[in-house]
């Protein structure tokens, strides 16, 4: 069974940065992380899911979010199967909990941008930005 995990989440004021962490811990020697498409989601309080960015299988390839673009940067190093979302410039409005989501099929062409295209979630981080 995947399991995402997540962390880097904390208290920061706006302006200010933080770096998330997603690893994945996989007992099956069949699968690789560096095989699916990750995703960054994050959920306010009394709102839906919703997309921040996501990167493909071999990190060629981004999409984000409007709201983030230019303060975000997501990147993955398949070598040590860990994937970052750098945030600069934080708002308050940033302020959610943040989630990792793994693609459930391999090698996938097209970009995911729907958390409901996702197959596997950790447990979020708790990002609050103070204003």
């Known amino acids: 069974q995947v399991q995402m995990v997540e962390s880097g989440g904390g208290l920061v004021q706006a302006g200010g940065s933080l770096r998330l962490s997603c690893t994945a811990s996989?007992?099956?020697?069949?699968?690789?992380?560096?095989?699916?498409?990750l995703g960054w989601f994050r959920q306010a309080p009394g709102k839906d899911r919703e997309l921040v960015a996501v990167?493909?299988?071999?990190?060629?390839?981004?999409d984000y979010s409007d709201s983030v673009k230019g303060r975000f940067t997501i990147s993955r190093d398949n070598t040590k199967n860990v994937m970052w979302l750098e945030m600069n410039n934080l708002e308050p409005e940033d302020t959610a909990i943040y989630y990792c989501?793994?693609?459930?099929?391999?090698?996938?062409?097209?970009?995911?941008?729907?958390?409901?295209?996702?197959?596997?979630w950790g447990r979020g981080t708790q990002v609050t930005v103070s204003s």
């Open positions: 989501g793994r693609d459930p099929q391999p090698a996938t062409l097209q970009l995911k941008t729907n958390p409901r295209q996702y197959g596997f």
């Open positions: 996989d007992g099956s020697s069949d699968r690789s992380f560096g095989a699916y498409g």
């Open positions: 990167i493909s299988w071999s990190g060629s390839r981004t």
